[in-house]
């Protein structure tokens, strides 16, 4: 049948548009800068479905092979946070700051550091996601608390900060939608490490949330995200620039995330180790990050007087944490869940333990059922790696190293054979041989 003369053609359609996807795409595999309009095009015609996935996904490897610049890093972020809604905190009676890690095992320093900073007087508003694969959600590790909640309106998350100090929630569809449409696709073409790319992705989100000051917390080593110093330090300048051309005071610490940070990997564990640190113990990587984390918080919410190990050390930040969690629906005084199964993992020979790979605890516990394969799955609130030793502590043959927690007994062959090789035991009078791990300072370096 022929088409009337005045009906739209799929051709005169295309013909309003500025731009066109190919020709997006072609210069940057041409190793040009893209404009802005470009740029500003590309990223509302995707979110609209204007640009096909297969043709953003070719334009996403286009971008990891060749780079973008400051210029056009910048503006795409600006580009991705046009495509949703912008909270709105400056209503609140107190500055805001919040923190942001690019994910590592044992990561539970959100839960200690965001009632520790509101406790000393600058309110945190943490959207958080939830995990995939290896490295934990915070907001799994929240929901191991029996009746806690994630989901909160914008009007819930204000009213909290501003009677509390401290939320943490999901983030909403509303914020950056484009971003939550390339992360998919990202995910599943190969395209997830472009620097331009991660670097957009995070800052998207934190500036659209509406944040006064952030602190990044860039992991670099085998269990994370980045691997090398060089590529932990390119992440975190650029995140830097981003958030200070946004006008949000941003500065960036380089942390350590070759060995699990404190001794457990697994939700409900990892919840009774920060309430640990709440109550003025746990162990010394989780409290030195937690205290470093919380003093850039604070210095760039204009709060460098304050002390935090004050609150932690005085309960002022344990009372908000319970506070916190009460007010998202969660008892902070009930039983935490606990695995019906476990595995002792023991020494086979006198030393010290020189080192315990971060990537290996994470996929172990994420075997156990710590975590989930894709998203949406359910995941085992008891489920984890509890560690008796670190890098650097003198083992005996036969000494429990680890204990595997599961509901589900069957999963323990996977989480030992993702062990195997992941630990290494020297002769104690090699100590101070080449190769034998010092203890490590968990903070590397600090950038802005
Ligand atoms: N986290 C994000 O939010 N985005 C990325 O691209 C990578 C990690």
Request: aromatic fraction near 2%; proline fraction near 4%; glycine fraction near 10%.
């Amino acid at each position: 049948m022929s088409q009337p003369a005045d009906a739209p053609t799929q051709k005169t359609a295309q013909k309003t548009e500025p731009h066109d996807a190919v020709e997006v795409i072609a210069a940057k595999r041409d190793r040009h800068e893209l404009t802005d309009s470009q740029i500003d095009w590309v990223v509302d015609a995707f979110t609209r479905g204007a640009v096909a996935d297969e043709q953003m996904s070719a334009l996403a490897m286009a971008v990891l092979l060749n780079g973008m610049g400051r210029r056009e890093i910048s503006r795409w972020t600006a580009a991705m946070i046009a495509s949703g809604e912008r909270l709105d905190f400056s209503g609140l009676s107190r500055p805001t700051a919040d923190k942001h890690s690019t994910g590592g095992v044992g990561d539970k320093i959100t839960l200690p550091l965001a009632p520790l900073v509101a406790a000393c007087g600058v309110a945190v508003p943490q959207l958080s996601g939830r995990g995939l694969g290896h490295t934990g959600g915070t907001l799994d590790k929240l929901e191991a608390i029996p009746g806690w909640r994630a989901a909160l309106s914008n009007d819930e998350m204000l009213a909290q900060l501003e009677d509390v100090g401290a939320v943490v929630c999901a983030a909403g569809s509303g914020l950056a939608p484009a971003d939550k449409k390339l992360y998919a696709l990202r995910d599943v073409t190969g395209t997830v490490e472009a620097i331009p790319l991660i670097a957009s992705s995070i800052m998207s989100k934190k500036i659209a949330e509406g944040t006064g000051a952030l602190v990044l917390d860039v992991k670099v080593g085998t269990g994370a995200f980045m691997k090398t110093r060089e590529d932990a330090e390119e992440l975190a300048r650029t995140m830097v620039d981003l958030g200070t051309d946004a006008g949000v005071r941003t500065v960036a610490l380089l942390t350590e995330m070759s060995t699990p940070l404190g001794l457990t990997a697994g939700n409900a564990l990892e919840v009774r180790e920060s309430v640990e640190v709440l109550a003025g113990g746990g162990p010394r990587d989780v409290v030195d990050l937690t205290l470093a984390l919380a003093r850039e918080m604070l210095a760039a919410a204009g709060r460098e007087d304050v002390d935090p190990a004050d609150a932690l050390a005085d309960g002022r930040a344990m009372d908000v944490w319970r506070r916190m969690i009460a007010a998202q629906g969660g008892d902070p005084s009930a039983e935490l869940p606990v695995a019906r199964h476990t595995h002792e993992v023991r020494a086979d020979a006198d030393g010290v333990l020189t080192r315990l790979d971060a990537m290996a605890v994470g996929l172990a516990a994420w075997r156990l059922g710590a975590g989930r394969a894709r998203a949406g799955e359910s995941v085992q609130a008891g489920a984890g790696v509890e560690l008796r030793a670190k890098p650097g502590d003198a083992v005996r043959s036969g000494d429990v190293l680890a204990v595997l927690h599961t509901d589900t007994p069957e999963r323990f062959d996977r989480a030992l054979a993702a062990l195997e090789g992941g630990w290494d035991v020297a002769p104690a009078g090699a100590a101070s041989s080449p190769g034998v791990a010092p203890a490590v300072d968990v903070v590397l370096d600090r950038i802005g």
